[in-house]
């Protein structure tokens, strides 16, 4: 046998590869490596198995059968890596090393995608079908049989919960912006003095002596004024309003009680008409007192500015994605400054110190706290040298500390905003590709005489109807039995002619150059029959039709 014998030819989307049959074999239960001339993949004319699959990637996979080391080629997407390596019945385990970050960068990118599916990013109007499906009301839908209970539910809800969904929505959110914000800053401003009453006591009194009495009045107390309760009152009657009708149409029950915005919105609600019912028939300045400290919930009510900004959803999302990273920086954290506590406390008992301000480990924490977070208060300060020395060390020691995390969270946070602003310009209509159906077992069809017999390439990979010398055309009518998990590894079975009149390729080839052709029959459950069919000869400038 010569060398040519032990090569083998593999047309990958256009270009040929060309290498050693052994080569193929380096990697057992692969797909080259079980490339046999049976395959419908293999073209017996031109000597070549063909498959319709990537050829830049097909060059980095032969090489990894060639060398044993398998390389990313940069120039191609990560999924279509993944995609071609299942195909050839490859491992993705099996990159190396160097190329590891970059190939697996792509699985961040599909799972920050995936949190932003879930985000609800989207600025533009949500289809009809986006919103049926909320409700699993698609079949419904389509079919026009929705009822008028549920048409109203479905209106009623993008009217609270899709500001995009029309100017009316639009005019809803914008209205609970405006009680939130008015909210907020009522609970803030009623606190301020010059925006207070004072709450006046009349006291009686009588002098001894001339037995006199009379009264005087005295500022007991301040109190707020009066028109924050009726603004309060205005808003809470809102948030009852909007938090009971988001209830009654909100897709799922579940998924609304467990939501965190909405317990805050209950709770804050439900603090406001408790102060009122304490304040109207309670004298007890401490059940007042408790309303008032669980009252400060509804400052909490800023995170409803979620719902209305995906900026904030973003930065949420981005420390959660960063909680390990802020988990490490909690414990490094607590861990020095216990010890720089524990060392300030004996730093400064070492000299004569009358002015130690370090009376107590305890009392360190906050000093340690304060220095390795560079705010610095000056209220506890080192007076010996050894103190000093080690509140410089705290002080490094923080800013090393925070420092270290910050670029991790800063990265998250601009990934998720760079992915964010990449899907709101992306359009959402785009072309797909149709699904081509495969090839169904039809009868053999004798071709007409003077007919152009011009045949496509199956589907799977196979290609025929290809040049296969100068002056010589084929066709040939297969019939292909696909498998459906392995749709380009086909068995092929040559069938002979029933005609024995009619010329086949087989002879045709036989008589042109004195080529032979081999052909091998297999039976399988898999198979591909190919039946020989009349051809059309063009050689010698003389036409020949068969």
Not at 73 to 86: A, I, K, R, S, Y
Not at 229 to 257: A, D, H, M, Q, Y
Not at 459 to 482: L, P
Not at 526 to 538: D, E, F, Q
Request: proline letters at 5%; a neutral charge.
């Amino acid at each position: 046998m010569t060398d040519a014998d032990h090569r083998v030819i593999v047309n990958v989307g256009g270009i040929r590869h060309e290498t050693y049959k052994a080569t193929l074999k380096k990697i057992p239960a692969t797909r080259l490596s079980k490339l046999t001339e049976s395959l419908v993949n293999y073209d017996p004319v031109l000597n070549e198995y063909f498959f319709d699959r990537h050829p830049g990637v097909f060059s980095q996979i032969l090489n990894y059968y060639r060398t044993g080391q398998l390389h990313y080629p940069t120039d191609v997407c990560g999924p279509l890596f993944e995609n071609e390596l299942q195909y050839w019945g490859l491992d993705f385990n099996q990159v190396e090393p160097c190329c590891w970050m970059t190939y697996t960068g792509h699985r961040n990118t599909e799972e920050v995608l995936g949190i932003l599916d879930q985000l609800d990013l989207d600025t533009e109007k949500p289809s009809e079908e986006e919103i049926m499906k909320k409700f699993n009301l698609e079949e419904d839908f389509k079919t026009g049989s929705l009822s008028k209970g549920q048409q109203w539910r479905v209106k009623v809800y993008t009217l609270f919960d899709e500001p995009n969904s029309s100017k009316w929505a639009k005019f809803v959110s914008v209205a609970s912006i405006f009680f939130i914000v008015i909210s907020i800053a009522t609970f803030c401003l009623k606190t301020h003095p010059d925006l207070q009453k004072p709450s006046i006591v009349r006291i009686a009194f009588t002098e001894e002596g001339n037995v006199t009495s009379g009264w005087s009045l005295q500022k007991q107390s301040l109190e707020p004024h009066s028109a924050f309760f009726w603004i309060e009152t205005v808003c809470n009657c809102w948030f009852t309003f909007e938090l009971i009708v988001r209830f009654i149409v909100c897709p799922k029950k579940s998924s609304f009680c467990k939501d965190i915005i909405n317990i805050i919105d209950f709770i804050a609600t439900l603090t406001f008409y408790a102060d009122v019912i304490i304040k109207v028939f309670g004298n007890n300045s401490t059940e007042t007192d408790i309303v008032e400290f669980v009252s400060m919930i509804r400052i909490m009510r800023l995170l409803k500015f979620t719902r209305h900004s995906s900026g904030l959803r973003i930065l949420i999302h981005t420390f959660k994605a960063s909680i390990r990273e802020l988990t490490l920086l909690i414990f490094f954290l607590v861990l020095f400054i216990i010890i720089f506590a524990s060392l300030i406390f004996y730093a400064e008992r070492l000299q004569y110190n009358p002015n130690n301000d370090f009376i107590s480990i305890p009392n360190g924490l906050w000093w340690a706290i304060v220095t390795m977070t560079t705010v610095g208060y000056g209220d506890m300060s080192p007076k010996t040298y050894f103190g000093m020395f080690v509140g410089s060390a705290c002080a490094l020691m923080g800013v090393l500390t925070i420092a270290l995390p910050v670029p991790v969270i800063v990265s998250h946070f601009t990934m998720f905003y760079t992915h964010t602003q990449a899907r709101s310009k992306l359009p959402k209509q785009r072309r797909r590709v149709v699904a081509v159906e495969k090839l169904r077992p039809t009868k053999p069809a004798l071709a007409r005489p003077g007919a152009s017999n011009v045949g496509g390439p199956p589907s799977g990979g196979g290609s025929y109807g290809r040049t296969a010398r100068r002056g010589t055309t084929t066709r040939i009518s297969q019939t292909v039995k696909m498998d459906a998990d392995k749709p380009d590894i086909v068995d092929l079975e040559v069938e002979k002619p029933k005609h024995s009149s009619i010329p086949t390729i087989d002879g045709m080839l036989a008589k042109s150059e004195g080529n032979e052709v081999s052909e091998k029959a297999q039976n399988g459950d898999n198979g591909a029959v190919i039946t020989s069919t009349p051809v059309t000869i063009i050689e010698k400038n003389c036409i020949s039709t068969s």
